[in-house]
Structure formats: C-alpha cells, structure tokens
C-alpha cells in the first residue's frame, strides 16, 4: 500500500536503503513533512475527498456520470459524481450538494451545468452518522467587489448630475 504513496524516485531511494545500513528519514518517504499534512491524505482514492480540497478551490464543471462508489469487496452502489476540468477525480454527489448545485446555478438542468464554475471546499461542520466529521460542500464564487478606489470613481459618477442644490 504505501507503494502507491512514493513516486518511483523515493522509491529507488527507499530500495537503495533498504540494502545500506544508513538510518531512514520516514518523513521523506511518505511525505509527512509536508506542512499541515493530514492522515487522510495518506488514503488513496479514485474519488475526491475533503481532504482534496482544503483550501477551497474555484472550478468548472466538466461532466456527470453515474459511478460504482462500493469498495472493492461490497455490492455494487451507484451515486451520480461530478467532474472537473481543474481536478483529476470526480465528486461524489450527495443528496445536499445536488440542493446546493440547482440552488447555486439557479437551474435543476443539469446540461446547463456544464461549464459553470462553483467554489468546492471542506465545511468542517457537515455531519455523517451521527458525528461532526467535516465533508465537501459547494458554493458559488464570491463575486469580485470593486476595489475602494474604484467605489469613489462609481459614487463619484452616480452623484455627479448637473442639479443644483
């Protein structure tokens, strides 16, 4: 399992120590000396997990397709999953982020989705079981407020009418 965590450079470097009788730097193996390196990061999967995305990112939705979720040795599970142009695994869709998405892009047609960009991040307080466990939610992007500079120029042009007081 942890061979899948290594690229095949800490790979070699990790065989060509296995054979030397120099100690071993775990933290280079693994990557555990990336900063604020969490456990989950540590599992591989084929779909995205919070872990994924933290911080938040900005990305457009590129496709929907049903997907077996189940793990290797359970029944098959279909949920629908969401790709992204800007990520390289697709989201598992739950019933609240299908609510959010229709709510977010003010439409249920969901060919009218594709294309459309939508912020994907981990909400620490999403439950599951029970427990506070932290998940993926969506949202849409902030829109971009103008800067103070260009506030005074707007205010400036509203209120700059030729009528006297």
């Known amino acids: 399992m942890w061979r899948q965590l290594i690229n095949d450079n800490e790979r070699k470097e990790y065989e060509t120590w296995l054979t030397s009788s120099e100690p071993i730097d775990i933290d ?5 000396n990336e900063e604020n390196m969490k456990a989950g990061k540590m599992i591989p999967s084929k779909f995205l997990k919070k872990e994924d995305i933290d911080p938040a990112k900005l990305v457009t939705i590129n496709g929907l397709r049903q997907a077996n979720v ?11 999953t969401m790709f992204f142009k800007e990520l390289d695994k697709p989201m598992v869709l739950n019933s609240t982020n299908i609510q959010l ?3 977010v892009l003010d439409t249920d047609e969901t060919d009218e989705w594709i294309g459309k960009q939508i912020v994907v991040f981990n909400d620490q307080n999403v439950s599951f079981g029970g427990k506070i466990t932290g998940g993926i939610r969506i949202r849409a992007q902030k829109k971009k407020s103008l800067m103070p500079e260009e506030e005074k120029i707007a205010m400036v042009a509203v209120f700059d009418d030729d009528i006297p007081f």
């Open 70 to 80: 189940a793990l290797d040795d359970q029944p098959e599970e279909m949920k629908w």
């Open 101 to 103: 998405l229709c709510k």
């Open 28 to 32: 280079t193996y693994l990557n555990l």
